[in-house]
């Protein structure tokens, strides 16, 4: 274990061993063991495991009635089963919907570049701007 790794575990679980997690714990305790210079470390975090422990503010009666009141008229709420059930599925099914939107697309992509659109729509758009500049007489010019 690294002295950075360390430095985390205490940051994250407290000066406790006993809270860190079991697979990283004995190599945890090894490398505090030989590094003196974790020991200050883990003293300030015991220092604010004690501040948080002894933390206990005083909750007035009425705040706690209406917290568990609240807590009770919560609707229903789902499982966690339910709510990632979605995750289950095989990566084709969940792909399925893009991969219906990127087919669709491609097809009127085909559609649209065999109709013909740029022949003469492109000459019904030329006209239609240069009516719009000029005025009808200017479409005699291009017709002919």
Same mark, same amino acid.
Not at 23 to 32: M, W
Not at 96 to 114: C, D, K
């Given at each position: 274990?690294?002295?950075?790794?360390?430095?985390?575990?205490?940051?994250?679980?407290?000066?406790?061993?006993?809270?860190?997690?079991? *697979?990283?714990?004995? +190599? %945890?305790?090894?490398? &505090?063991?030989?590094?003196? $210079?974790?020991?200050?470390?883990? =003293?300030? !975090? /015991?220092?604010?495991?004690?501040?948080?422990?002894?933390?206990?503010? *005083?909750?007035?009666? +009425? %705040?706690?009635?209406? &917290?568990?009141?609240?807590? $009770?008229?919560?609707?229903?709420? =789902?499982? !966690? /089963?339910?709510?990632?059930?979605?995750?289950?599925?095989?990566?084709? *099914?969940?792909?399925?919907?893009?991969?219906?939107? &990127?087919?669709?697309?491609?097809?009127?992509?085909?559609?649209?570049?065999?109709?013909?659109?740029?022949?003469?729509?492109?000459?019904?758009?030329?006209?239609?701007?240069?009516?719009?500049?000029?005025?009808?007489?200017?479409?005699?010019?291009?017709?002919?």
């Amino acid at each position: 274990m690294q002295r950075a790794r360390l430095q985390r575990l205490i940051d994250a679980y407290g000066a406790d061993p006993a809270r860190w997690p079991a *697979a990283e714990r004995d +190599a %945890a305790k090894r490398l &505090l063991a030989e590094t003196p $210079a974790m020991s200050a470390r883990l =003293e300030d !975090a /015991a220092r604010l495991d004690r501040a948080l422990d002894d933390f206990n503010p *005083a909750v007035p009666k +009425a %705040a706690q009635a209406r &917290l568990r009141q609240g807590w $009770a008229n919560l609707p229903p709420q =789902e499982t !966690a /089963a339910v709510a990632i059930a979605g995750a289950g599925l095989p990566r084709l *099914a969940r792909m399925l919907p893009r991969a219906v939107m &990127l087919a669709a697309a491609s097809v009127a992509g085909i559609v649209i570049g065999h109709s013909g659109i740029d022949g003469p729509v492109t000459a019904i758009a030329r006209i239609d701007v240069v009516t719009l500049i000029s005025g009808p007489e200017s479409i005699l010019l291009m017709e002919e």
